[in-house]
């Protein structure tokens, strides 16, 4: 499994930055996708995931909104779009994937995805 991070960045407060997952080593179109952040001194918090076919998209409370996770199973890529960003959005950006292939319940806590990579910084800041 590689999972390779792209897309941050620096932004001021209300911008807008899109993150974008790429895949490899795996059946893509069969695993559930995740997004999470982790800031400086904070554990990894759940951003987003969607399903293995698209069609369900779930997210965090603080994202809900504002952000928008969506996929490309023909690219085998998974973006985040993330608009009017604050400075409580800082941190550094992971995809996972789903430790299960097909999975009907699309898990939203950290110990369901593997695959992290090196993840993206973003910093809201102005």
């Known amino acids: 499994v590689q999972l390779q991070a792209s897309g941050g960045g620096l932004v001021q407060p209300g911008g807008s930055l899109r993150l974008s997952c790429a895949a490899s080593?795996?059946?893509?179109?069969?695993?559930?996708m995740g997004w999470f952040r982790q800031a400086p001194g904070k554990e990894r918090e759940f951003v987003a995931a969607i399903s293995w076919s698209g069609i369900r998209q779930y997210y965090g409370e603080s994202v809900e909104g504002r952000f928008t996770v969506s996929r490309d199973n023909a690219k085998n890529t998974v973006d985040l779009q993330m608009n009017n960003l604050q400075p409580e959005d800082t941190g550094i950006y992971y995809c996972g994937v789903d430790r299960i292939d097909k999975r009907l319940i699309v898990p939203m806590k950290e110990d369901g995805y593997e695959g992290w990579g090196q993840g993206t910084q973003v910093t809201v800041s102005s």
């Open positions: 080593g795996f059946i893509f179109s069969e695993f559930n």
